[in-house]
């Protein structure tokens, strides 16, 4: 197996958003999640030299991320108390004397399940995004993302409109069949 | 008359551009109408318009440019000290 090279120049610009949505599906909550980032990259640009090459960079800052990420849940939970589940049964004034159950969830409802496919979604995509080429993937997020004019991408990428579609086209064919595969 | 037969190529252009709602209404007339009788065309379409409602999923994040530009000054003044 070829042995993965460390870059932490880089970091920033392939790996924050995977990490991002990975972060924000377990912490909810934009600017934690960029804290979270933030503190990720600078304890691996620490640790640089524990790096051994057997897995790659993301997999590795994934891994202290997810530390990371237990740290945070362990502070806000440090209180004696906090980690206690309080719930309580009569919230508002006009439900008062309700039966319990017609306060139950509608089943039918939006589930915690369609929550969950959507929020790993979003690091399904930024996978398959990390797989294409990276000038495909910068443009394709540049269009579709972060929606750009086709003029603007064209002017700072310095290419010509056909050029761009041409683009567009292979990242869309490669994204799609990559979703396919992972997604559904 | 407009000529309503095209090349897969080109229909291909036009669900592209649609995907970004670009394409214009003589494209749009002429895509249908290819998608009548074209079944790669069809399948093409059917898998990016699925593309596109997957990315529009309001829970897919990406951080913003300003907000990335900060994490990049952070890192670098970090990997100065570093050196």
Not at chain 1, 112 to 119: G, M
Not at chain 2, 33 to 41: D, E, G, I, Q, T
Request: glycine residues 2%.
């Amino acid at each position: 197996m070829a042995e993965h090279k460390i870059n932490p120049n880089d970091w920033v610009k392939r790996y924050s958003d995977y990490l991002f949505n990975y972060t924000i599906t377990r912490v909810n909550d934009r600017g934690i999640a960029q804290d979270l980032i933030s503190e990720t990259f600078l304890a691996g640009l620490k640790s640089m030299a524990n790096f051994k090459g057997e897995a790659t960079e993301r997999t590795w800052l994934v891994a202290i991320l997810k530390r990371k990420i237990i740290d945070h849940y362990r502070k806000t939970n440090s209180n004696k108390g906090k980690a206690e589940v309080r719930m309580s049964y009569n919230s508002g004034s006009e439900t008062e004397g309700d039966w319990l159950e017609e306060r139950v969830a509608d089943p039918f409802d939006k589930t915690a399940e369609d929550k969950i496919e959507n929020t790993e979604l979003g690091v399904a995509l930024h996978n398959c995004l990390g797989k294409l080429p990276e000038k495909q993937a910068k443009i394709f997020k540049m269009k579709t993302l972060l929606n750009y004019e086709t003029e603007a991408i064209c002017n700072e990428m310095d290419i010509t409109a056909s050029n761009l579609w041409v683009i567009i086209h292979r990242a869309r064919t490669a994204m799609a069949s990559c979703m396919e595969e992972n997604w559904f | 008359m407009i000529k309503l037969k095209v090349e897969c190529r080109e229909a291909n252009h036009i669900c592209d551009k649609k995907q970004y709602k670009e394409a214009s209404l003589r494209e749009k007339i002429v895509l249908t109408f290819h998608l009548l009788y074209c079944r790669a065309c069809r399948k093409y379409t059917a898998r990016n318009t699925k593309l596109t409602k997957l990315v529009k999923n309001p829970r897919v994040e990406t951080l913003n440019t300003s907000a990335k530009h900060k994490l990049q000054q952070a890192f670098k003044a970090e990997l100065r000290k570093q050196q």
